[in-house]
């Protein structure tokens, strides 16, 4: 009987447990343990002589989503400065330190965030500013476990807004000794005497872009779906410095200080979906890198992965996104759906592929090409019943988005024949020529113009006697063509063209008069860019 009641009740039991292992494990792939608050901080303004930000309020919202959806912080738990004065901020991380204080510090997080303007001694807060040291002190002090502070400081800026006024010390910060059952942690953007910048191509700073995007999964480097402190703050390195290599303010170098003793690497975000808040995630091919905007490629810049991960799994709000991946030989773009509690894998058969020859032109990663063309042109006559002008030409050219600009050089040879002789005319000919372009789905179309000088030179075969004739003639050509961007950078082009020559010319009666030529030319020829 004894034995039949414990059947019994384990019968009961037993499912009622694996129930509630199946629950916890499911909130748990996501839940957080214990207290996590942010405090995030972003203003466009500056002191009076520093330029006005665009991004900096923005870079607040990013990261307050990624910490929301995947951090484990609760929304009552992060919050948003934006636009505050100092007495604002210094209040709020107060109060976040009170409720922390009030709490269990077991296992708590303090995470402080700021993007915009600063010096070596202050963050510039509008009109006000706000003493670093004070700062350092309130995160430092925090009776919160693990006590994060993130600064996005700027200098004055340019061609990217390079933020803040005046060039002095990169915001620094130093953290002193902590107990050995603490952790704290301070990251900035910049090195000393460095600039942060922002992008308009990435509507936000690159620092914070790539933290952010290392938060969504881009810098899960062992594909474990957790990231880092670690990994977050490696791949927001790699990335600051990379893009910042190419801009007007200079390369960006982030730093941080890490004291945390007794602690392993902690997990900022895990990629899986929050309660009431789903994601979708979307898994990328390898061995490329990834830019993915919103909705299309107008949109703002939303994450960013490379190809050296072993993930590219990432974790997105549900909606519309543009992707566009970057290889060796080749770009592909292409739109992907992201839908909550589901996972969409873009197949690269399914994305439109483009030849680097052609990316400059199609607003992608590279901003400058350079190229060599060469190839075969036919003119008509400059005068009546004269042979066509058949030769060859070499160019030399820099392509920009949407422009390009040649230094082309030509030579043909054209004559003329009758009963009492016969002429060869030869033509050498060098001009400039800018051309605006436009990319169709397959080929590319210009329309262009040039100009330059041009040697004309006939000789005669007679009976009697016919020197040699030979003249400077002013060019100006309008035309236009299209071309075809293979692989590996060949390209494969054609244009037709009417010009203009405009030559003194010797009559039979050895009179000197100024002449105009209406010409027709046609090429055909083959180049590579790089």
């Not at 466009?44 to 990261?63: F, T």
């Not at 061609?159 to 000794?177: D, N, S, Y």
Request: charged content about 20%.
């Amino acid at each position: 009987m004894r034995t039949s009641r414990q059947r019994l009740v384990a019968n009961r039991l037993v499912p009622l447990l694996l129930a509630g292992l199946v629950l916890a494990a499911a909130g748990g792939a996501h839940a957080q343990t214990g207290l996590r608050i942010a405090v995030l901080v972003g203003n466009n303004e500056g002191e009076r002589d520093e330029v006005r930000l665009r991004y900096a309020e923005e870079d607040v919202a990013k990261m307050s989503r990624v910490l929301h959806d995947l951090g484990g912080f609760r929304s009552e738990d992060v919050v948003i400065l934006r636009g505050d004065d100092t007495e604002a901020v210094r209040h709020a991380i107060i109060r976040v330190n009170e409720r922390l204080r009030l709490g269990d510090a077991r296992d708590t997080m303090l995470f402080v965030y700021y993007s915009g303007h600063a010096d070596a001694g202050a963050l510039h807060l509008g009109g006000s500013r706000f003493a670093t040291d004070e700062l350092e002190g309130l995160v430092r002090g925090s009776p919160a476990r693990m006590r994060i502070l993130v600064v996005d400081a700027c200098r004055s800026g340019t061609l990217t807004r390079v933020k803040g006024g005046t060039p002095a010390p990169a915001f620094e910060v130093q953290v002193r000794p902590a107990a050995a059952s603490e952790g704290a942690v301070f990251l900035t953007s910049s090195a000393a005497n460095e600039d942060a910048q922002e992008s308009d191509a990435l509507h936000g700073s690159f620092f914070t872009h790539y933290l952010v995007s290392g938060l969504l999964g881009a810098a899960d480097s062992d594909g474990d779906r957790r990231v880092s402190l670690s990994e977050a703050y490696a791949y927001a390195y790699e990335g600051t410095l990379r893009a910042s290599s190419r801009t007007l303010g200079g390369t960006q170098h982030p730093t941080y200080s890490y004291d945390l003793r007794g602690h392993e690497d902690v997990t900022l975000t895990t990629l899986s979906s929050a309660p009431g808040h789903p994601s979708g995630f979307v898994m990328l091919p390898p061995d490329r890198s990834f830019l993915l905007f919103q909705n299309d490629p107008d949109g703002a810049a939303v994450a960013e992965t490379t190809n050296d991960v072993a993930s590219h799994h990432l974790a997105l709000p549900p909606g519309r996104y543009f992707v566009r991946g970057r290889g060796r030989d080749d770009l592909i773009e292409g739109t992907v759906v992201v839908r909550a509690d589901s996972e969409s894998a873009v197949r690269e058969a399914e994305l439109d592929r483009v030849a680097y020859a052609r990316l400059v032109r199609k607003g992608g990663v590279v901003e400058r090409l350079r190229g060599v063309h060469a190839g075969y042109f036919v003119r008509t006559g400059l005068w009546r019943d004269s042979d066509p002008c058949q030769g060859v030409f070499a160019a030399y050219e820099v392509v920009t988005r949407g422009f390009s600009l040649a230094a082309r050089a030509s030579a043909c040879r054209g004559g003329f024949r009758n009963r009492e002789l016969s002429a060869a005319a030869d033509d050498v000919n060098v001009q400039v020529e800018g051309a605006h372009v436009w990319d169709l789905p397959v080929v590319s179309v210009h329309a262009s113009l040039a100009a330059g000088p041009s040697w004309l030179h006939e000789s005669f075969t007679t009976t009697g006697q016919a020197p040699p004739q030979q003249a400077l003639a002013a060019t100006l050509t309008a035309g236009g063509g299209a071309e075809l961007a293979t692989q590996h950078g060949l390209v494969l082009d054609a244009g037709i063209a009417a010009g203009a020559y405009a030559f003194r010319e010797r009559t039979l009666t050895e009179v000197v008069h100024w002449t105009t030529t209406v010409t027709f030319v046609a090429r055909l020829g083959l180049g590579y860019r790089w």
